[in-house]
């Protein structure tokens, strides 16, 4: 055997038991590096005569090229094993319980508003939107809230500097009751909205809070009456607290933009230093707390919007969220509602995943 082929012989035998990819370029640095082995053959043909050099350098050239091949081919072998080695070791056991609690809840302002959407999906209502900010003509004027109500006043809105391109005055709405004025100037009756989200209005302590929130219902239809707004509010309510002895007291009260108007109370009773909702308030240790206003939409509301007040009636009440949250989940200050507070949110929150459903639990 030529020196050739022994060499030849030799590192294809290495090349194809090196054990790893580092050992495989060590050997394709003594072979081909410039100080290589099979390099230094190259170099040997320059001493050469022309017939030595006929006869030797095709032999060295292949032996160049088989030794390149080789190191290619098993330079594949290894990446393609370490490459399996890897997938192995990132395999995921999806059938796994997860490791951690997943983070993050679900307010339980936006709690309440999935709850009430569930419960007044069921009666038949949409959900209906509107901006928070308003101009004065829908969130007072169009409500029948003339000039002089001291609903006006500066201390109790927040205003813009600036009109609109129209001159009216802009605001941060003051109540979810524009949203009233917006579905029935741009929907036929028969309507039947509830309108969530925030107001603004300016007053803080432990139960008022500059901003917070309302749901806004509104039915426009013929014949309504006083009785289908009592046993919407008595059917929400049952729903919303889940048991059925909640009992109302409907208050003559006055709004602008109901004729008549009622003040609803829900009968409470203490337990565990906590108000728990339900029972005939004027019971021993019962109560009567205040829990929205209400009324027959006053029949200047419904012509300011376009609409024949002889044709159409409707009854119209507003709730406020947070307040309700606060009854049903037992939070007794409402300005821990806006913290951010991490552990209030990992306390009070709700699962991402647990969607309210009348079948499946309003609150579960
Ligand atoms: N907008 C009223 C408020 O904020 C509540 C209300 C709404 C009363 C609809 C009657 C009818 O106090």
């Keep these: 055997m030529s020196e050739t082929e022994a060499l030849k012989a030799k590192l294809l035998g290495e090349i194809e038991t090196a054990s790893d990819l580092d050992a495989l370029e060590a050997l394709r ?40 091949a080789a190191i290619g081919a098993r330079k594949a072998a290894l990446e393609g094993a370490a490459l399996d080695a890897k997938l192995a070791g990132e395999r ?39 901006p928070e900010i308003e101009d004065d003509w829908r969130n007072f004027t169009a409500l029948n809230i003339p000039e002089t109500h001291p609903a006006r006043a500066m201390h109790d809105t927040f205003y813009f500097p600036d009109t609109d391109a129209e001159g009216r005055a802009m605001l941060l709405r003051t109540h979810t009751s524009p949203v009233q004025i917006r579905t029935m100037m741009t929907q036929q009756p028969p309507i039947r909205i509830i309108a969530p989200g925030r107001v603004y209005r300016s007053d803080s302590d432990a139960t008022h809070t500059p901003m917070f929130h309302q749901v806004e219902g509104l039915v426009i239809d013929r014949g309504i009456h006083m009785g289908h707004l009592k046993w919407t509010l008595e059917t929400f309510l049952k729903a919303f607290f889940e048991r059925d002895d909640i009992v109302l007291r409907l208050r003559p009260s006055y709004f602008p933009f109901t004729e008549p108007s009622a003040e609803v109370d829900v009968g409470y009773a203490h337990e565990k230093g906590r108000r728990i909702v339900g029972g005939n308030g004027d019971d021993d240790g019962h109560a009567w707390m205040e829990l929205l206003g209400s009324g ?62 009348l079948s499946g639990g309003i609150s579960a």
């Design 296 to 357: 027959m939409v006053n029949r200047r509301v419904i012509a300011n919007c376009g609409l024949d007040p002889d044709e159409w009636q409707g009854f119209a009440f507003g709730i406020g969220i947070d307040r309700l949250a606060m009854l049903k989940y037992g939070m007794d200050d409402l300005r821990a509602f806006f913290d951010g507070d991490l552990r209030w949110l990992a306390h009070y929150g709700f699962g991402a995943l647990s969607v309210p459903t």
């Design 92 to 130: 995921l056991d999806m059938t796994l319980p997860a490791a951690a609690a997943p983070r993050g809840s679900v307010h339980p302002v936006s709690q309440v508003m999935d709850e009430l959407a569930e419960i007044f999906a069921d009666m038949g209502f949409a959900v209906a939107t509107g």
């Design 29 to 68: 640095v003594a072979a081909l590096g410039k100080a290589g082995s099979v390099t230094g053959l190259l170099k040997t043909l320059g001493g050469m005569t022309p017939e030595e050099r006929q006869a030797e350098g095709p032999k060295i050239h292949s032996l160049r090229e088989a030794v390149t």
